[in-house]
């Protein structure tokens, strides 16, 4: 505080608060378990290269090769100097009156009390020192590992040349171990036996302390790797800045208390909690003169801390997290089209997507370095890290978002709520609600027109068909006319041949009244069940005449047919040729006692008619054509078949069936045929 003018100061938490005339407000923290030592020397810009703590004293060594003896009760300090030395790489403790001192370039056996030394060793390349099992001095070089026995210094030998040229730079002891830490990992020495740490062998780490807890935890410091803890169980543990670690750049550590340590880095003090895993910064915004953190020792009541600018002595029960709970608000939010930002409202476009949000934290205790922790929802629900106190969203989907950012202080303690700001980005014209609803309608409404057209077309296929079909079926139809008038007139011609006049005459008659029938029925399309066997009962009477009595024809008609005689449709002339062919081909070659069936019934609520003769059947019809006039083709039947695979359209409900009947011998018996409407 010299030559600064002080206008006025106030004490709150621990802390002094100090206005001045042209500095400003000046702070002093933690005046109740913080001291840093008004020593020129000890305050300076000569860091402190190791700590060693005696039951009333502390033993501190400077980078200059000077030591100070502290008093730990009245402060009193005394300096220790030798001629020749420099820098000052380690203690190692005897007992509470001498002490190995490691120089860069020696090592002295120290008496505190009677101020006498003793050279052990010069110009070894060494680093660290170890005190193993009371009569070994081990010392770490740039070379390996050597140890003094009886005033003597021998090297470690390893399974190879090669462990034993390791570079080390950390020792210390587990159990009856001897551990080093080199620049390839970790190694034990036990029982003149060298060997690499499970997971450790060849494994590139840069240790610069060792550590071994009350639980004989392995706390490996490194240079750049962060800190290592290795337990009984060879289980490995790293720790980053993910874990809180200010730095990867770890120089000491000390055990505080059965859950806390305290591990120097480059960027201040870290406190960690191993049952709860949390942790906390003690840097310069806590009082340190430094956050560059050299050295470490603990005496039970107080933690001894040595930086680069000096000592402090920190009362270990009160540390403690900076609890100032920070501040967080949103200074800007903008949004970036085109090259040009301008400030950001409630409601943007598409395309003003690229979004700009400042923040700013206030804290009068915390530091510049913020750990911000940001938002969208309605994008991620996750909070994302970040330093930067500019935050940038980009490409944002249409929809409804709200950015909420909140900060921790350096110790981890959160402000009270977020900062929010809610904005909604409305979609383009042609993801809207109206355009997606005239899109669905237009298309819905091609497809109705398409289908309606395909069905339209379907629709005069069908009739184009329809009407081929029925032009086809008049055809076929228009030919059963002259086929049955030849036939008849056949007959005719038989009875005048045989001079019979009467039943010529006869026939002649029931000829023309069959006509008529034939006539009306060839101009429609269907005839009711009704007309048609009246005209089926005209053509047997006529066949009847023919035969001369030879074949018993019997006209069935089922009760339920006969009943409903002028519901049931059937297309005319469809079931005469079938008939005709009965008599024609089967009966015609029996003589006497030939029968003929018609029957109509009903299945499966359709029509069936039966037609079924005793005559010789087809096989042996076909043989006995074979020798009449190759010239004529009956073609009454296969037009009857074509025209029912017309009327069928496709549809297999209307079907005409021709079974072979025959006896137990397998000779023919007759022919029936079966028609389904």
């Not at 003169?289 to 050299?294: A, H, L, Q, Y």
């Not at 890290?385 to 350096?410: A, C, Q, R």
Request: glycine residues 6%; contains cysteine; aromatic residues 12%.
């Amino acid at each position: 505080m010299k030559n600064r003018y002080i206008n006025s100061f106030m004490l709150t938490n621990e802390n002094i608060w100090i206005t001045t005339k042209d500095n400003g407000i000046l702070l002093i923290n933690n005046l109740n378990y913080l001291q840093i030592f008004d020593n020129e020397e000890i305050n300076s810009k000569i860091g402190i290269k190791d700590i060693l703590n005696f039951d009333k004293n502390i033993l501190i060594g400077l980078d200059n090769g000077v030591l100070k003896y502290i008093n730990k009760y009245n402060f009193n300090i005394e300096t220790i100097a030798f001629n020749g030395s420099s820098s000052i790489y380690k203690f190692q403790k005897i007992n509470e009156n001498e002490v190995l001192i490691l120089f860069s370039n020696m090592l002295i056996h120290y008496n505190l009390k009677t101020k006498t030394k003793k050279f052990l060793a010069k110009n070894v390349g060494q680093k660290t020192i170890f005190i193993h099992n009371i009569d070994k001095v081990f010392v770490a070089t740039n070379f390996g590992v050597v140890y003094s026995n009886e005033n003597q210094f021998k090297k470690i030998i390893g399974e190879s040349k090669r462990l034993s040229h390791i570079r080390t730079y950390a020792l210390n002891q587990r159990n009856d171990t001897l551990l080093m830490g080199s620049t390839k990992g970790l190694y034990g020495y036990a029982k003149d036996t060298l060997f690499p740490f499970k997971g450790f062998r060849e494994f590139e780490l840069y240790i610069t302390k060792l550590y071994v807890d009350s639980i004989n935890t392995i706390w490996i410091c490194t240079d750049g790797k962060g800190l290592i803890a290795y337990n009984n169980a060879n289980d490995i543990k790293y720790y980053g800045i993910e874990d809180g670690l200010p730095s990867l750049n770890c120089t000491d550590i000390v055990q505080l208390d059965k859950n806390r340590f305290a591990v120097g880095t480059d960027k201040g003090l870290w406190i960690y909690n191993l049952k709860t895993k949390n942790s906390f910064l003690f840097n310069k915004l806590d009082g340190l003169n430094s956050n560059e953190i050299t050295a470490l020792a603990n005496d039970g009541e107080y933690l001894w801390i040595g930086t680069s600018k000096g000592l402090v002595k920190c009362k270990i029960d009160e540390l403690k997290p900076n609890p100032e709970i920070p501040f967080i608000e949103i200074t800007n939010a903008r949004y970036e089209y085109n090259g040009k930002f301008s400030n950001l409202d409630s409601k943007l476009n598409y395309y003003q997507n690229h979004l700009i949000f400042n923040v700013s934290s206030r804290s009068l205790l915390a530091g510049k370095s913020k750990n911000y922790y940001y938002r969208v929802i309605g994008l991620d629900s996750n909070w994302v890290h970040t330093s930067d106190s500019e935050i940038e969203l980009l490409g944002l989907n249409p929809g409804n978002y709200t950015f909420e950012v909140k900060v921790y202080n350096e110790d981890g303690v959160p402000c009270i709520s977020p900062a929010s700001y809610s904005f909604t980005i409305s979609p383009p014209w042609w993801r809207t609600i109206w355009f997606y609803s005239f899109t669905i309608l237009l298309i819905g409404g091609a497809i109705f027109w398409w289908l309606k057209m395909i069905k339209k077309r379907e629709a005069q296929k069908y009739q184009v068909q329809n009407q081929i079909n029925e032009f086809r079926q008049q055809a076929l139809q228009s030919q059963m006319n002259p086929h049955f008038i030849f036939n008849s007139l056949n007959a005719i011609q038989s009875f005048l041949t045989i001079n019979d006049e009467k039943n010529a005459m006869l026939y002649l008659s029931k000829f023309g009244r069959l006509i008529r029938l034939i006539f009306d029925q060839s101009k429609v399309k269907l005839i009711s069940i009704e007309e048609e066997i009246e005209m089926l009962k005209n053509y047997l009477e006529l066949e009847k005449l023919r035969f001369k009595g030879k074949v018993d024809v019997r006209l069935v008609i089922d009760k339920e047919v006969e009943a409903n005689e002028q519901d049931y449709m059937v297309p005319p002339l469809l079931i005469q040729p079938i008939i005709e062919n009965s008599f024609r081909h089967g009966l015609f070659h029996k003589g006497d006692g030939g029968i003929l069936e018609v029957i109509f019934t009903l299945e499966n609520n359709g029509l069936k008619c039966i037609v079924r003769d005793n005559g010789i059947g087809r096989a042996k019809s076909s043989e006995i054509n074979k020798w009449r006039d190759r010239s004529h083709k009956s073609s009454g039947l296969s037009t009857t078949m074509d025209r029912v695979k017309i009327l069928d359209n496709n549809q297999g409900k209307m079907k005409l069936i021709i079974n072979d009947l025959v006896n137990n011998d397998g000779s023919p018996i007759g022919t029936e045929t079966i028609i389904y409407f």
